[in-house]
Nanobody, 121 residues
Framework: VQLQASGGGLVQAGGSLSLSCAPS????????MGWFRQAPGKERELIAA????????NYADSVKGRFTFSRDNAKNTGYLQMNSLKPEDTAVYYC???????????????WGQGTQVTVSS
């Protein structure tokens, strides 16, 4: 299953961006969708995840209160709304799908192509 991620771009600090993620041509059937990010020289980190059926969410402390992860079952799409962006949020953002909610990237079976988010100071 290929995930299609979209959104991202360049924004000034304090601004907002929205990312979306959906499987290509089929219904999302995994238990969990997650958003990871990877900055240059750093490991890929889980920043937000949603248990698809319940809609319950988890966030990394670094984004809690600023990012909101939601899903639209009818559109088969997950959305990450990012507000109050900071320069340290600059990274390539990846959506991923897997069977369990974990911060370990290896546990996620399907990945989107990555989208760049750049926050200028």
């Amino acid at each position: 299953v290929q995930l299609q991620a979209s959104g991202g771009g360049l924004v000034q600090a304090g601004g907002s961006l929205s990312l979306s993620c959906a499987p290509s041509g089929r219904t999302f059937s995994s238990n969990v969708m997650g958003w990871f990010r990877q900055a240059p020289g750093k490991e890929r980190e889980l920043i937000a995840a949603i248990a698809w059926a319940r809609g319950s969410t988890n966030y990394a402390d670094s984004v809690k209160g600023r990012f909101t992860f939601s899903r639209d079952n009818a559109k088969n799409t997950g959305y990450l709304q990012m507000n109050s962006l900071k320069p340290e949020d600059t990274a390539v953002y990846y959506c991923a799908a897997g069977p369990v909610l974990t911060a370990d990237p290896a546990a996620y079976h399907y990945w989107g192509q990555g989208t760049q988010v750049t926050v200028s100071s």
